[in-house]
């Protein structure tokens, strides 16, 4: 089991930066994909990023492509996202989840098997 729990989720102004943590417990982290996704107010919960058990491969929504960057510390058993340019339109509480299965989609949160709690992010405009 990999339990991740996320932080760094804040209010920030429109066209500031973030960098969100994903602490995860288990001594297998290194062994699983994580990723980063996202739930706006009445909206569904989407994929934002994810990054390979290596951290060699990365992956991003087309929205967020550019200006969001996924990373991992494999030593800290460490996820991070950096957001930087931010709008109001990334205002979501954002979730980190790992990925134990091989198969599938990983851009498909059904994918995942286990999240964080979440952390807000409120970009003001």
């Known amino acids: 089991q990999v339990q991740p729990v996320e932080s760094g989720g804040g209010l920030v102004q429109a066209g500031g930066s973030l960098r969100l943590s994903c602490a995860a417990s288990?001594?297998?982290?290194?062994?699983?994909?994580m990723g980063w996704f996202r739930q706006a107010p009445g909206k569904e919960r989407e994929f934002v990023a994810t990054?390979?058990?290596?951290?060699?491969?990365?992956y991003y929504a087309d929205s967020v492509k550019g200006r969001f960057t996924i990373s991992r510390d494999n030593a800290k058993n460490t996820v991070y996202l950096q957001m930087n340019s931010l709008n109001a339109e990334d205002t979501a509480v954002y979730y980190c989840?790992?990925?134990?299965?091989?198969?599938?989609?990983?851009?498909?949160?059904?994918?995942?098997?286990?999240w964080g709690q979440g952390t807000q992010v409120t970009v003001s405009s």
């Open positions: 989840a790992t990925r134990t299965r091989d198969t599938g989609n990983f851009y498909y949160s059904g994918d995942y098997d286990y």
């Open positions: 288990g001594r297998t982290f290194d062994s699983y994909r």
């Open positions: 990054i390979s058990a290596s951290g060699g491969r990365t």
